[in-house]
């Protein structure tokens, strides 16, 4: 089963690399940019066959490892 | 005073900081593998030193955090033993939860080597007893993602507990850092993270020796 795990930073965190982002958009003539923030994309495979079950142990992975919940956040898809 | 410093894949600042525990203490300490689950009977004090634990993958010290031999460094520090966390050991402690916050990428975005000048904010704690109280001393700094971040609350915590240990004076503030904060320790005052390197001022050769009063205090801790 696929599943896909998107992490971001949390509102109130500073993103200087998200500013960067910005800027350079900017700089190569994109207008009405008003912000950027940079997050991270997770793809696994798993052996799962039940959704909810995986949804369940990706919830864990993010809280134990794959997202610093002090300063962020994360979204899981499953299937699909 | 024994002391076990941990190896990680990636690690580069071990021989360093064992070089400055042995000048001060006379006493060689041990390499510890991250695989290992114990530290050797009797370790006193643990150190986490600096380099790119497996590669900074994921986040810079997240996958340290998980290693085998925390289990037994948590339970180290639990008992009151002395933790000492340098840059990547800063990163790993606090992904480790053993110290509040986060390391996050240099505001400025890049890799900052150079010198900074940080103020002893604190001579309560075993790491520190040997300064003289608000010296403000010379120290190298190396790293990427050295920028303290912790919300509000814990901020004004760490401020009203007297556990901003390092500060960084005189305009040197080299990452953004809140509050200007390069270390801090737990409410115990036993486990301290810091992104300076100490270790890299410790004899004239290097071009000074202000970061010889940190391994002196653990001496006689």
Known sequence: MKARVIVTLKNGVLDPQGKAIEGALAGLGFTGVESARQGRVIDLELADRDPAAAKARLTEMCERLLANTVIEAYAIEVGG | ?221
């Not at chain 2, 041990?30 to 695989?35: C, I, K, L, M």
């Not at chain 2, 900074?56 to 289990?71: E, K, N």
């Not at chain 2, 340098?86 to 606090?94: E, K, P």
Request: charged residues 20%; proline residues 5%; neutral net charge.
């Open chain 2, 1 to 221: 005073m024994k002391s076990a410093v941990v190896v990680f894949p990636g690690s580069n600042r071990e021989r360093d900081v064992m070089r400055a525990l042995e000048l001060a203490s006379g006493v060689r300490p041990a390499a510890v593998w991250h695989a290992d689950t114990e530290l050797p009977a009797g370790t006193e004090l643990v150190v986490l030193p600096g380099g790119f634990s497996y590669g900074d993958y994921l986040r810079s010290g997240a996958i340290a955090a998980r290693a085998p031999i925390m289990a037994a460094i948590r339970a180290h520090a639990g008992r009151g033993g002395l933790v000492l966390g340098i840059c990547n050991g800063f990163q790993i402690l606090t992904e480790a939860g053993l110290l509040p916050g986060a390391l996050m990428r240099n505001a400025g975005l890049k890799f900052v080597c150079r010198e900074v000048r940080l103020r002893i904010e604190t001579t309560a704690t075993p790491f520190t007893r040997s300064f003289a109280a608000g010296a403000v001393i010379r120290c190298p700094v190396a790293h990427h993602d050295g920028n303290y971040f912790a919300d509000a609350e814990t901020l004004a915590r760490l401020e009203g507990e007297g556990r901003v240990v390092f500060r960084y004076v005189e305009g040197t503030n080299p990452n953004g850092s809140a509050h200007d904060i390069a270390g801090i320790c737990d409410a115990s005052g036993r486990v301290l993270g810091m992104m300076p390197h100490p270790e890299n001022l410790i004899e004239e050769l290097a071009g000074g020796t202000d970061g010889r009063p940190l391994f002196d205090s653990l001496a006689a801790a």
